[in-house]
DNA sequence: TATTTTAACTAATGTTATTAGTTTTGTAAA
DNA sequence: TTTACAAAACTAATAACATTAGTTAAAATA
């Protein structure tokens, strides 16, 4: 049963071969031999090597905004904020091409590949809401939670964590610590609590 | 005056190049047309284009690692670690070729590679000493603050943060949280504060 | 059935990194 | 000063890659 040539099968390979050999791997030659086809052959579907990077990013985006919603779902403040932590390093554990995908082949000045970044965005500003922080400081805060998300994950992406000390534990009390101290903040809110619209932090 | 082709003269231009053209721009025949010599001449004094790249990855480590160090002499506790924190941000700012080299070139595997990772990690636990945190307890938070510099400084490299609130300010208020929460942490310490010798994090 | 579009193909070009073998050049010994 | 050697440049060649142009076969449509 041969699978048809489509553009969804291209980025279907594609996964495969950065999960699987790493982003490197990602070469059309690669692909087009996976597919059973030749190089340029591929052209009819997507117009080159660029272009298949940022489609697998994008995916790769849309994959990582689902589960980063789906592990928010049924639960509300600390617990939710941690769960999205947790999330993003499941994914990447998942999915290290993937996450490397989204790492490497940015060009974040396409818009729809904004779209999605903001997206994550607006999905933590909503749990932060029942806080009650000024927009600025809600801003403040996510950019803090991203960071720390985003950082735990290429950290040990990289390799960056070789301790006997599982990284789990350092994960929560991160988060936990992170949390705890945003509280704190909360009973002691400083003064540039001025209003903002956009929030594609 | 020519310059005397060395090591370090294939390393300055490197830095150049990546710095100036984008981590991508990293090529023999690039180098090689910088240093007017023919491509494979390189290879009298490096071993190929992967040498290099780690080569070039372990230099931006060490450049990193003395700012980082700079950045907290003179400097305690809270002060010195939100130093840190921007001294990330900064060199990330300053080089960000080298940055890139970084993130992509790792081999965390490397002896060499992986001890500077390291030295890091040494220096933000010699600012947490007065806080007289239990070894593992230690370990969390260098793990957090790390990967909340290392957060911050790759979203932003990406380009990451558009919004017209200050990502400095975002950063500020980032550390401030988080050594918040530590302090509420350290008057109500964990249970686990076993002794550990390990502080390769 | 005839026509048009889709999607494969072959052929060719230019850019890489890399290896092998050769020549030049500078330095140190005779 | 001449000779010997090693360092560091070179030329030539190969293999993997992306990309473009032009061609052909098959499928969809009119």
Redesign the pocket.
Known sequence: MKE???KQAILSVSRDIVNQEGYDA???????KAL??????????I??????RKELALDALKQLNYEVTQSAVGRSGDGALKAIGFAFIHFMRENPGLYAATLIAPDLQDPDIDQESSAIVAIIIKVLEPYHFGNVRAIHFVRGLRALAHGFSTLEYQGGFQIEVPLDDSISVAFDTFIKGLMAMNEAPGKENQKTENHSA
Chains 1, 2 share one sequence.
């Open positions: 048809k040539i489509t990602l070469t059309l030659a690669r692909v087009a059973k086809i030749k190089t340029p052959s591929l052209y009819n579907h117009s080159g090597l660029k272009d298949l």
